[in-house]
């Protein structure tokens, strides 16, 4: 939307005082004497006139639209080439990284920046939180992000194109997320693997281990060490539960679709309450619009609404 | 020409570029595809039974200028942020190949994620003998790559800290990341990838080493040239495959002389890299 009046593509020069309007008499000389703004940031090499009046939506930001359009730019690829890293996280500190000096403006460049991820790629920066663990549901943000699909599609259509090769995996991941959820969003390692014996799954050797420490590494699922004893008294158990990512990736919508398409044509009346209730779990009906990063991009990261069913909150 | 609508089949299309990142053309319009069915509010039963009978994704049948238009539309969106969906072919087979690349890559740092400023330092000298390799062969053998770790240098002119074993690791991730490749005999050369993400790169700092296919004037590390050592005439395999298909009496486009095709840039099948590391 702002485009327009952004002439030059191509190098960043954030770093030298040259840009923008030469109208200085005085030469150059020293940058920061001729500073006419208030600015607290001494390291800021400006170019010295005064910025204010260049465009309306910056006029109290000190910065040339050109090296903000870079900002969003720069913000949007380090996002998108994130999500092949390891973490797949985008750290809020190497957003800062990408703004030199000008960490001023770190809302308005993040709220561009979303806004450009949603209208190219429908994606948006989702804030990983960490889960309370006194059974309040509250959530603190850690100061990193995920990328995730904001596309009204339901569960098939959409990760079928994107999963593609690990669609074994993803299923899988549903399944446990699922037993999970049921469980009020706690199960203990031994019933997991309980659970998959039952269904043959993962019969091999060490290959239980494997998955869940994969899904462990991406985020997708926390293990802890339990606040209780398990029934024989004496083994340690784990507890599994969803993970960061998970929590900002999967609305609980498609997890309850996941299952009720597993019940299929067999699926008892009213399978959405008994699952619903066991999940205690809360709907809420929030537009799709309100979630994504508000100024401080410190959104609460509720999951995005599935096609025209109401959002559901862990 | 009608401006293209921009779609969620566009961004679910380039949701599942970005996690490939790299791929055979093929695969891109079967992804192109399965968006537009995705997309078309196909009910999950309803995709789902058409996946169990066909087998496949290629229920939506398309045209290639309906793929070629949807790229062209998801490149003009995507250069409000500089990058781009490129296309070339892959000189050792050449099959066509998309990549998801910046249109103004400057640093290989932001081209090649996931890797730490030592590791980078090393894929640069990497490169850097590569290209400078003598008679254009553009490889150097992986044991020469190897040692040349031990040679790095960083600023203060002290040696970094790279074991060999710590360079044999680094260079398999090269490799599995696809930014180089090993052939049968140990040579590593230039990626497909490499040549399409460090485009810019490579032709700005190696001006006078890095030259083009004459018929189709992309980057060449690896094809046919002139038998007349004067002459500049350069051809990808499958770019001199197409050019001399029909031609009973195969000449240079250059310089008409006779092109028989066996003087070759970049290694042969199954020579052996040089041992030793021209530097700069």
């Keep these: 939307m702002d485009e327009d009046d952004y002439g030059s593509k191509g190098s960043s020069q954030r770093s030298n005082g040259k840009r923008g309007a030469p109208s200085s008499s005085q030469g150059s000389g020293s940058q920061k004497r001729v500073m006419r703004d208030d600015d607290e940031s001494d390291q800021d090499d400006h170019a010295p006139t005064p910025i204010r009046q260049t465009t309306e939506g910056f006029k109290t930001l000190n910065v040339l639209p050109t090296d903000f359009e870079r900002f969003v730019k720069d913000v949007v690829r380090l996002a998108i080439f994130s999500s092949h890293s390891e973490s797949a996280t985008v750290k809020r500190d190497d957003i800062k990284a990408i703004l030199g000096n000008h960490t001023k403006v770190y809302d308005a460049v993040f709220v561009s920046a979303q806004e450009r991820l949603r209208n190219v790629f429908g994606m948006e920066m989702a804030e990983l939180t960490t889960k309370g663990r006194s059974g309040k549901n509250e959530e603190k943000g850690t100061k990193s992000y995920i990328l995730r699909s904001v596309l009204p ?3 098939l259509g959409n990760e079928a194109v994107d999963w593609d090769d690990q669609l074994e995996d993803q299923g899988l991941l549903m399944v446990i997320l699922s037993l999970i959820m049921v469980r009020e969003g706690v199960i203990f390692e ?125 | 020409m009608t401006s293209a609508v921009y779609t969620d089949t566009h961004r679910l299309f380039l949701q599942a570029v970005i996690s490939r990142r790299f791929m055979k053309e093929d695969t891109a319009k079967q992804l192109y595809s399965r968006a537009c069915q995705a997309t ?20 939506v049948p398309f045209d290639e200028d309906d793929f070629t238009e949807f790229v062209n539309a998801v490149n003009a969106s995507l250069n409000s942020v500089e990058l781009e969906i490129r296309r070339t072919r892959d000189e050792a087979t050449g099959d066509d190949v998309l990549a998801l690349t910046n249109t ?65 690791e680094l260079l398999s991730r090269f490799i599995q990341d696809k930014w180089l490749i090993k052939s049968k005999t140990g040579a590593l050369s230039l990626s497909t990838r490499t040549l399409l993400e460090l485009q810019t790169f490579l032709k700005e700092g190696y001006e006078e080493q890095m030259q083009e296919c004459t018929l189709c004037l992309e980057i060449l590390t690896k094809g046919q040239r002139c038998n007349v050592a004067a002459c500049a005439a350069r051809l990808h395999h499958h770019c001199a495959k197409t050019y001399y298909e029909n031609m009973n009496n195969p000449l240079c486009p250059t310089c008409r002389s006779p092109w028989d095709g066996k003087v070759l840039i970049g290694l042969g099948p199954n020579a052996e890299a040089p041992q030793s590391i021209r530097r700069r």
Excluded at chain 1, 302 to 312: K, Q, T, V
Aim: proline share 3%.
């Design chain 1, 153 to 155: 599609l339901d569960l």
């Design chain 1, 190 to 314: 031994s019933h997991l693997k309980q659970h998959f014996r039952r269904m043959k799954l993962m019969e091999e050797e060490g290959e239980i281990e494997k998955k869940m420490e994969m899904f462990m590494k991406k985020r997708y699922l926390e293990k802890s060490k339990m606040e209780h004893m398990d029934d024989t008294g004496d083994k340690l158990e784990m507890e599994i539960r969803w993970g960061a990512r998970a929590r900002a990736e999967i609305p609980e919508e498609n997890v309850v679709r996941f299952i009720q398409e597993i019940f299929g044509d067999d699926a008892p009346p009213k399978l959405r309450d008994i699952i619903i209730k066991a999940s205690n779990i809360q709907t809420t009906t929030t537009a799709q619009g309100n979630q994504a990063g508000d100024a401080n991009g410190n959104g609460t990261p509720a999951a995005p609404a599935g096609s025209s069913h109401n959002a559901i909150r862990l």
């Design chain 2, 40 to 59: 078309k509010g196909m009910s999950p039963t309803e995709i789902r039974s058409h996946f169990d009978k066909h087998q496949t994704a290629k229920i």
């Design chain 2, 104 to 168: 103004n890559e400057q640093k290989i740092a932001q081209v090649a994620t996931g890797y730490t400023p030592l590791e980078l330092e090393y894929f640069k000298h990497l490169l850097d003998a590569i290209v400078m390799a003598d008679d254009e062969l553009y490889c150097i053998s992986s044991t020469a790559a190897v040692n040349e770790a031990s040679k790095l240098k960083n600023k203060d002119n002290k040696s970094l800290q790279l074991t060999k074993s710590g360079a044999e």
